[in-house]
């Protein structure tokens, strides 16, 4: 089914005139000149996804078009998905238009783009993702939680875990069976968490969490032992593993280092683990600096 749509925008007069419109909508008719602005509006409201409506209008509103060519951008491009009409499933679409300096129109075309699109989001998804558990890996936890600082984040509860004793199932069952235990704790984690949370396979048996909005330690006991006690009545091939967990606060535990919250809490983690394991510490400033 060809679903490309090309046209032609009047900014000064706010008109649109079709010369193909696929199968994009039985609605709209080659030849015919059409309200720009009723016509962006209906065709958002319509046919794109929730979503994504705000990103279509805020670029291709008249105003924007207007502000455009008097600031002589030569294109506007936005990626979006859609639901044709008579289609069921939403599909990756991207509009583009090309505005000629000082000519008070542009020219323009909704493209089907969904097989590359998804193409490239499931590229970025591998390169963000721990591959077994499908967690966010390392890299884009850090750059996710360094974000929610730059974005004013006001606080946030970063959480360093490690699986006690994993090698004892590596060396006992096999690293197949340490595999599925890895995979088992991951899931008890994305259940056990408000949404929101930022959760990561951090790499070996380590997993991390930073939840927004956590600043106490009240808030986050109910979690940490909801955690526990899920790995620790799991079963892994007939054993039975624990977590500790090393907390730190953001931005009580945050120096001018972007990483030093994370180095708190591996302190905290290492007074759990020397605790007894299967238990959480709060980093205190009695630990020391790291």
């Known amino acids: 089914m060809v679903y490309t749509v090309i046209f032609e925008v009047d900014i000064k007069n706010n008109q649109i005139l079709f010369f193909h419109t696929g199968s994009l909508s039985v609605k709209l008719k080659a030849g015919i000149l059409y309200d720009y602005e009723k016509f962006l509006e209906q065709f958002i409201l319509d046919n794109v996804y929730e979503e994504e409506k705000i990103d279509p209008y805020q670029n291709f509103n008249i105003e924007a078009l207007r502000s455009a060519s008097v600031n002589k951008r030569e294109n506007i491009t936005c990626d979006f998905r859609l639901r044709p009409e008579g289609n069921q499933e939403y599909r990756w679409f991207t509009m583009s238009l090309m505005l000629p300096h000082g000519a008070g129109g542009a020219v323009g075309a909704i493209l089907d783009i969904h097989d590359k699109k998804m193409h490239e989001l499931e590229m970025q998804h591998q390169a ?27 606080c946030g509860a970063y959480c360093l875990m490690d699986v006690d004793d994993f090698k004892r199932i590596n060396d006992t069952r096999g690293h197949a069976y340490g595999d599925i235990a890895l995979m088992k704790i991951a899931k008890i984690l994305t259940e056990s968490v ?24 009240e808030q986050l006991e109910p979690i940490l032992k909801e955690i526990l006690a899920h790995v620790k009545k799991e079963e892994y091939g007939g054993m ?5 967990v090393g907390v730190a606060f953001y931005p009580k535990h945050r120096t001018g280092d972007k990483n030093s919250i994370g180095k708190y809490a591996d302190v905290a983690l290492y007074k759990a683990k020397e605790s007894g394991k299967d238990s959480y510490c709060f980093y205190c400033d009695e630990m020391g600096e790291f």
């Open 128 to 154: 963000s993702h721990d591959a077994m558990t499908n967690l966010l890996n390392r890299q884009a936890f850090e750059r996710a939680v360094f974000s929610y600082f730059m974005q004013g984040g006001k």
């Open 194 to 217: 408000p949404e929101g949370t930022i959760t990561a396979r951090y790499g070996g048996d380590e997993f991390c969490m930073f939840l927004p909005g956590m600043d106490r330690e």
């Open 240 to 244: 039975q593993l624990s977590l500790s």
